[in-house]
């Protein structure tokens, strides 16, 4: 299962607006066909900033040469690729257990 980054952010911060802090991938997967089912674009408007953001978050910051491509859930943190995050329990930016590691890529 592959989404992109920005459809997957996007989706998880609709559901915090809506109250779900934590939303889980069903509820993510839900979001995003809702948004393709209503034809509302996945990618978040602002598109210079996004832009900033998603470089800050393109390099693994283990191995930094990976491109990063693993998003945790339930916290949806997303700083490493792949190969990195395969063996990690926890999150390393909040220390939140890791129950699900979604493979994402650049769209
Ligand atoms: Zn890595
Ligand atoms: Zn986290």
Do not use: W
Not at 45 to 59: A, P, Q, S, W
């Amino acid at each position: 299962m592959g989404f992109t980054i920005e459809a997957f952010d996007n989706a998880v911060h609709r559901l915090r607006q809506n109250g779900i802090t934590f939303p889980n991938i069903e509820d993510i997967v839900n979001k995003i066909a809702q948004f393709e089912k209503e034809g509302i674009e996945a990618a978040p408007t602002d598109v210079y900033k996004e832009n900033k953001r998603l470089k800050g978050m393109l390099i693994c910051r283990i191995c930094k040469i990976n491109n990063s491509n693993a998003l945790f859930l339930p916290c949806a943190h997303h700083v490493m690729c792949f190969n990195c995050a395969h063996d990690v329990r926890k999150c390393p930016l909040c220390q939140r257990d890791v129950n699900d590691i979604v493979r994402t890529f650049m769209g």
